[in-house]
């Protein structure tokens, strides 16, 4: 159950329009390593996980990672906002606006529309949470990236904000990777999820 | 647009960012009873920030807040908060402080309609 509020979780205010920005932008609204991949992923994985502080940590930051999916959509729109035909056609937005106009919907910047093939949810708590330590990684990868080809410094301070909560966030699923690793045969000098741990893992 | 309620929407989302941070650190650290405290702490405080934005400045933040102004549903006045113009006008300048309370449902849940407001919409 999710209750809406409306507000941001940081406030954004663009003061002028870019669609060549919005087309890069809108990567992390629908790109392989963006906040609609990430939310789906953690509140798909968290009925699954094995214990209460695995569930909660992929209940938490999927939440967390919706509310960030609407600051991108924000960024996007507002980045697009009473454009005319001219900056459309100078600014190669023009891809992206003969399918979608300055509606916000989910693709990478290189045109590929959203697929659930961007995540994973397998029912092993070590894969899953293994491959959202990479996820949030490759979010912050994309972050560096757009800051690297952003010159705004109104967009670059929410995406420097959204970037560093990619960085907690690894942190949090590290310490909850830990608690999953705990349950296992701790003669291991390595984790290794057992074929017989089905009891240990709670399934 | 109230310059003061513009601040204290600014404080609560301040105050919304550390609750939800504290948050996903006692997800992983739920013994640590000190920054259990803090979160208590830092709630009561959205609590405050939310009770004024949504009872002095009639701004409602949720559409269950909404059901408290009067007349007219303000849910759907009030600017989203991904338009530029965001938070926008506070829509019930007219109503003072006091109705405002007034008007609030504090009663019983069976009875969590503000009548007098019903009657007017009619």
């Given amino acids: 159950m999710w209750y809406y509020e409306k507000k941001l979780q940081r406030p954004i205010n663009i003061k002028h329009t870019n669609p060549e920005l919005a087309k890069i932008v809108i990567s992390q609204y629908g790109g392989p390593d963006g906040e609609l991949g990430a939310s789906l992923r953690y509140l798909s994985q968290r009925f699954s996980m094995p214990n209460e502080i695995t569930k909660s940590i992929c209940n938490d930051i999927g939440s967390e990672e919706l509310g960030h999916l609407e600051m991108i959509g924000t960024l996007v729109h507002q980045l697009t906002k009473g454009i005319d035909c001219d900056e459309v056609k100078k600014s190669g937005f023009s891809t992206y606006y003969v399918d979608h106009g300055t509606a916000v919907y989910p693709v990478s910047a290189s045109g590929q529309s959203w697929t659930a093939s961007y995540i994973q949810s397998c029912g092993d708590a070590i894969a899953d949470l293994t491959e959202n330590l990479a996820a949030e990684q490759k979010a912050r990868k994309t972050y560096d990236n757009i800051l690297r080809l952003s010159d705004d410094p109104d967009v670059n301070d929410v995406i420097k904000f959204l970037r560093a909560r990619e960085v907690v966030h690894f942190q949090r699923f590290g310490e909850a990777l830990r608690t999953v690793q705990d349950l296992q045969d701790c003669k291991k000098t390595f984790a290794m999820p057992s074929i017989c741990s089905c009891q240990n893992m709670g399934i | ?122």
């Fill in chain 2, 1 to 122: 647009m109230d310059a003061k309620l513009k601040e204290k929407l600014l404080k609560l989302q301040e105050s919304d960012f550390v609750a939800d941070d504290i948050k996903l650190y006692l997800d992983t650290h739920p013994h640590d009873t000190a920054m259990l405290m803090k979160l208590c702490m830092q709630n009561q405080k959205s609590m405050m920030l939310r009770n004024e934005i949504e009872g002095r400045y009639c701004y409602p933040l949720t559409a269950s807040a909404a059901s408290n102004y009067g007349p007219c549903f303000k849910w759907i006045d009030a600017p989203w908060p991904w338009c530029p113009e965001w938070p926008g006008e506070s829509k019930c300048n007219t109503v003072s402080l006091e109705d405002c309370n007034k008007n609030s449902c504090q009663n019983n849940e069976n009875d969590c309609v503000c009548k007098s407001e019903m009657e007017g919409c009619k």
